[in-house]
C-alpha cells in the first residue's frame, strides 16, 4: 500500500457543525478540482490530507483558510460556481491578486465559516505531482 501526500502539511483536521451539510459543500466544490472523498465514516470523511469530523458538546467548529490548488483559471471559476451552489459563503469572487504574478483565486465561506481558496498560480513546473509513501518498504 502506498499514500499520496503533499511537501508541506501532514494533515489538517476541521470539526465541523453540521458533517452532512459539511461533507456536501466539499464533496461537491472540490470534485471539479478532481479532488474526491478518500475515505468516509460514521461523523467524519477524509480528503487526502484533510480530515473533517463532526463537533459535539465539548467541541467547537473550527475556522481557518485552507487553499486547494487549481490546474487553471477555468478551474478556480468552476470550482467558486460549485463551492456556492453546495451551500457556501462569496468571500472573494474569482480574479487576480496581488500575490504574485499570475496568482488567479476565489475564496468561498464553508457551512462552518472557514475561508476555502482555490488557486491557480500562473504557469509553473513542479518537481512531482506528490510525495509517495511506501509503509511496507
Known amino acids: 500500500m502506498q499514500f499520496h501526500t503533499g511537501r508541506l502539511i501532514d494533515h489538517i483536521h476541521l470539526r465541523a457543525r453540521n458533517i452532512t451539510n459539511t461533507r456536501y459543500f466539499y464533496e461537491q466544490a472540490l470534485a471539479v478540482l478532481g479532488i474526491p472523498i478518500t475515505a468516509r465514516g460514521d461523523g467524519w470523511f477524509q480528503i487526502d490530507e484533510l480530515f473533517v ?20 483559471r477555468e478551474m478556480v471559476d468552476a470550482f467558486y460556481k460549485a463551492a456556492m451552489a453546495a451551500g457556501g459563503t462569496d468571500n472573494g469572487a474569482p480574479g487576480e491578486r496581488h500575490y504574485h504574478p ?36
Open 53 to 72: 469530523d463532526a463537533a459535539d458538546a465539548k467541541t467547537v467548529a473550527s475556522h481557518v483558510h485552507l487553499a486547494f490548488q487549481a490546474r487553471d
Open 102 to 137: 499570475g496568482y488567479y483565486a476565489c475564496f468561498v465561506l464553508d457551512p462552518d465559516g472557514n475561508n476555502i481558496e482555490a488557486v491557480f498560480h500562473g504557469p509553473s513546473k513542479r518537481s512531482a505531482p506528490s510525495v509517495v509513501i511506501d509503509p511496507g518498504a
